[in-house]
């Protein structure tokens, strides 16, 4: 099935609607059309095609609820998902969180399709991994790497007259390079919606300079360092954050956000003032969609004003319980920061580690949002304002909470992706103070 | 274990029907559709022949095909809640070829033959196109052909056929007993595995096979709101190759000690009743004071150690580079395995690899390139002498043949070398976990899996668990918090010092041990008996915010 446009969307919808004898219906409609392909050891190694679409039917009757999928369109074909999701329903127990389809909401415009990015071909994918390769081949180094592209529409109806529509493009690559010694590696990701602003030769580059510059990095002994944050390392501590600004759990005692006797740190201040963290799906750097697989809309939130603690997120049973707002989980992270480049951070510094990119981070402790995890690929002394060598990797014991209120210094945010979630994050490079390193790592 | 599929089953294990979400994993189906018997052998052997012959005329040297049906069920609750009852079912072909000296895979849901047909020639397609990509041609382990064969997981119950009311009871009964105990909340979930998969290949096989796991689970959690403290504890179950007889515990079920652990079998209302009883403590338990300590780790909790520090650096793609770019690489490097004298741990460390032992999750008769399964030594008295490899890699390391670990999450992804069951060799001299714990002075014993973390080639790591129990001159005085241990891999092999008897043997493992790009979920099992290791650093993880 090719994107389907809003009216042909509708029209589809509107027809499996038809079909529904149930108390409430919602249907959800998601189709795309992507491509990937993997290299290792200076040559390719996987690649895929993959094209699906999906069609979700939930039917209710009071608060039991069935679900039945579809990926054929016929009349008969939808009537039999209708029917389906209606037998599942019957058979189901009561969900007493289960809410009402939403009513009709207003949706702003989206930014997330760019058609150059739905026009990717084989061959283009097949030429960027041939560009990466030069690079690679042209400084002796060994590239890994993956390039991801899709291009998709998602749609919702419901029996309640909830129309939504959205279609969206996103291409991801990510690369690794080593030196053939394995002394040294460094690493690029970036993720765009727009192909154009992919550049993957100098994605590759940046990733080569690393994996030379890291080569026969020395020990430091751990401790409490000042750190320089690429926003690539910065993104996978502040996600663990935004991951648990969940209400229910900051209301049931069991959250960083919690108080004794029940109550929650909404509304206080957390972390240093210059920290304002917020979502916005019409930022034009970094577009996202208007509207959640529930029909709740997406708008612009602030989370965090000036370290305050502003704003948690709800499922909608919760935000009904607890008669509020049911603002959902965001979809993209933007984080103020200052005017300042990397360099410019790094020339202020007079003694330091730059850190670019941080890896494998785990949950130690959810009541202060404790995370270990190491740094990887490319781990640097400062001094003076000057990099002066390499360092061997650290492991770090840190809690996002406690480095927003270390904070020295905030560079220009700039887009990144984590390396975690693959969540997208604007964000700006950070300078904090007593960052803690509990140990050493001899890995590359 | 990679996050993102970690969060993904945790939101499953606590988070409801979110279904959308769901529609990845498979269509929901009604329990009693799971139990409809899927396409007939001789159906799936004349499309897979439509594959083969077709993948050949386009030109391939190599073919296979794999018709799969997964069936997952997920009963999820909380409290009184029932949150989600979900029934998924994924059902389509994947076929790979070797043309050109390179690889292609194309998958469909079609089960049409021109469908089958066309989709193999795309692969035909994509293997040509690769091939002008590739610095050297693909060298394919010999691998004779069976002919036709099955294999399925020899379960008691199958656990598609207990009616979901009855896990639903258990699970609610669980609940109550956790929190009548005292609990503030409780969560517990049943999920139920069965990969029903064909593989034929041009080889001459023709393998139909039917796997089962399941895993039960549950966390209880109590809140101190004066003090605004919170602590958890989740179940001692281990994910297993096995159907719902998992959950009735036998005579040799319970293993006695401080806390009881589980062989083979499974008390869930007993492990909830004793885990409500733990958080209770753990509330109250004194933070550890850091420093040297010797560990005594049970195998509830040493699998996870096992899986990250030995099974996944001695992953044949990972030492070659082909991970380098997400999982990573290896510090067991082919030089040190070429050395033959590379001292990975001490004399008593022996570490096996396989795809057979009863009740683990790794165990199929044929994995997913057609090899029989087998049993491998990757570590003996210490020393590095193997790794995991599948026919592409076996000439890399000498091997006349795979040793069978390729593996593919679902029909729809490319199979590549995935882990077997990695396992330590229980120790060959009598010892219990009591005289273990006799002759530490200062120590503690871990017991379930926690908080874990180690760097790309699996030097560095740290681990948490689930209980803590202080060890003073040969006794258990009490239980601490706060605990985390970080060791270098080959130091802390090396400072493996006992290993209690075979009697006390259990399996550990995880449905989600995550690798590749994209990314892909695989299931197993790490063996082991209660192990100690002398002088590991131990910080405290307790902060103030």
Request: charged letters at 20%; one cysteine or more.
């Amino acid at each position: 099935m090719p994107i389907l446009s809003k009216e042909e969307a509708q029209a589809l919808l509107k027809k499996v609607l038809a079909f529904s004898k149930a108390d409430e219906c919602e249907v959800n409609l998601y189709g795309s059309d992507g491509g990937n392909i993997r290299y290792a050891r200076n040559a390719v190694s996987t690649s895929g095609g993959i094209s699906s679409t999906t069609l979700i039917v939930q039917s209710s009757f009071g608060k039991k609820v069935g679900t039945a999928t579809i990926n054929e369109y016929d009349d008969a074909s939808l009537e039999k998902a209708v029917r389906r999701s209606e037998e599942l329903a019957r058979l189901a127990p009561e969900n007493p969180e289960h809410m009402p389809v939403l009513a009709p909401q207003q949706y702003a415009g989206s930014k997330t399709y760019v058609p150059a990015t739905a026009g990717i071909t084989p061959k283009m994918r097949a030429d960027a991994v041939a560009q990466s390769l030069a690079v690679a081949n042209e400084k002796d180094l060994v590239a890994a790497g993956f390039w991801d592209n899709n291009a998709g529409f998602a749609a919702m109806m419901n029996s309640k007259g909830l129309f939504a529509y959205n279609t969206s493009t996103n291409v991801s690559f990510n690369v690794t390079l080593r030196t053939k010694d394995g002394k040294g590696s460094g690493y690029a990701s970036k993720g765009y919606n727009d192909v154009s602003k992919l550049d993957v030769a100098a994605a590759t580059r940046v990733a080569a300079q690393k994996a030379a510059a890291s080569s026969n990095a020395r020990a430091l002994e751990p401790g409490k360092y000042t750190v320089i944050l690429e926003p690539a390392a910065a993104i996978v501590l502040l996600e663990t954050m935004f991951m648990n600004m969940d209400a229910r759990s900051a209301d049931e005692g069991r959250s960083f956000l919690s108080k004794p006797g029940g109550k929650t740190k909404l509304g206080e201040k957390l972390v240093d003032e210059r920290v304002t963290l917020y979502s916005d799906p019409q930022n034009p750097d970094m577009p996202t969609s208007p509207w959640t697989g529930d029909g709740r809309p997406q708008e612009k939130v602030t989370w965090i004003d000036k370290g305050v603690m502003k704003n948690l997120f709800y499922s909608r049973y919760w935000a009904q319980q607890k008669n509020v707002k049911a603002i959902p989980f965001p979809d993209s992270a933007i984080m103020e920061g200052g005017s300042a480049s990397l360099e410019d951070l790094i020339k202020g510094t007079e003694k330091g580690i730059l850190v670019t990119r941080l890896w494998y981070i785990r949950e130690v402790d959810p009541q202060t949002l404790l995370y270990t995890g190491l740094t990887r690929d490319g781990t640097f002394y400062i001094e003076n304002g000057q990099i002066k060598y390499p360092v061997k990797n650290f492991r770090f014991n840190e809690s996002p909470i406690i480095m927003l209120n270390n904070l020295e210094e905030l560079g220009k945010p700039e887009r990144t992706v984590s390396g975690e979630s693959d969540i997208q994050a604007l964000i700006p490079p950070m300078k904090i103070r007593d960052f803690t390193f509990t140990s050493l790592s001899d890995a590359i | 274990m990679k996050r993102k599929e970690f969060l993904h089953l945790s939101a499953m294990s606590i988070g409801a029907m979110m279904l959308p979400k769901f529609s990845l994993l498979g269509n929901p189906i009604t329990a009693e559709e799971a139990l409809y018997e899927g396409l007939d052998v001789s159906t799936k052997k004349a499309l897979a022949d439509v594959a083969l012959q077709a993948a050949t005329s386009k030109g391939a040297t190599y073919a296979d095909i794999r018709i799969g049906r997964y069936l997952n069920q997920f009963v999820t609750t909380r409290e009184k809640k029932v949150q989600g009852i979900a029934n998924t079912e994924s059902l389509g072909v994947g076929i790979r070829v070797i043309a050109n000296g390179s690889w292609g895979f194309a998958a469909t849901n079609s089960f049409t033959k021109e469908d089958i047909a066309r989709t193999a020639e795309k692969a035909v397609a994509v293997a040509k196109a690769n091939s002008k990509i590739i610095t050297e041609p693909v060298q394919l382990a010999p691998q004779k052909g069976y002919g036709e064969v099955t294999w399925k997981t020899p379960v008691e119950q199958n656990a598609f056929t207990v009616p979901v009311k009855d896990k639903v009871d258990l699970l609610l009964q669980a609940n109550g007993i956790a929190m009548q105990g005292g609990a503030s909340f409780v969560n517990s979930a049943i999920l139920a595995v069965n990969e029903q998969k064909y593989f034929a290949s041009t080889d001459g096989s023709y393998i139909d096979q039917d796997i089962h796991r399941i895993f039960p689970t549950f966390t209880v959690t109590k809140i101190d709101r004066a003090s605004n403290k919170f602590q958890s504890r989740k179940s001692l179950s281990a994910p297993s190759g096995m159907g719902y007889e998992y959950l009735t515990p036998l005579a040799d079920t319970r293993v006695a000690g401080i806390v009881t652990r589980y062989k083979g079998r499974y008390d869930l209302l007993e492990d909830i009743k004793n885990a409500t009883a733990d958080v209770e403590q753990k509330l109250k338990a004194k933070s550890v004071e850091p420093g040297k300590y010797d560990l005594v780790l049970d195998p509830s909790h040493l699998w996870l150690t096992i899986h990250e520090s030995v099974a996944h650096p001695t992953e044949l793609d990972r030492v070659l580079g082909y991970e380098a770019n997400y999982a990573g690489t290896s510090f067991l490097t082919l030089d040190k395995w070429k050395a033959g004298n590379f001292k990975f741990g001490s004399d008593l460390v022996n570490i096996v690899g396989d795809k057979l032992q009863p009740g683990s999750l790794g165990a199929v008769g044929y994995d997913d390139e057609g090899v029989k399964c087998k049993e491998w030594d990757i570590i003996k008295n210490g020393v590095l002498v193997n790794y995991q490899a599948i026919r592409d890699q076996a000439h890399i390391i000498g091997l006349k043949e795979s040793q069978g670990c390729c593996y593919a999450q679902t029909w729809a992804d490319v199979q590549f070398q995935r882990m077997p069951n990695v396992s330590l060799r229980p120790g060959t001299s009598p010892l219990s976990v009591d005289d273990m714990i006799k002759n530490v002075e200062k120590g503690i014993y871990i017991v379930g899996d926690g908080s874990f973390s180690i760097d790309q080639q699996r030097y560095n790591f740290q681990f948490g668990g689930q209980t803590f129990y202080e060890i003073k001159n040969g006794k258990i005085v009490g239980m601490l918090n706060d605990v985390a241990y970080q060791a270098n891999t080959q130091e802390f092999w090396n400072s493996c010092t006992a290993i209690a008897d075979a009697s006390d043997y259990r399996l550990g493992g995880a449905f989600n041990d995550g690798k590749g790009q994209p990314s892909q979920s695989n299931a197993v099992s790490h063996g082991s008996s209660t192990t100690r290791f002398n002088g590991v650093n131990v910080i405290n993880t307790a902060r103030k915010i």
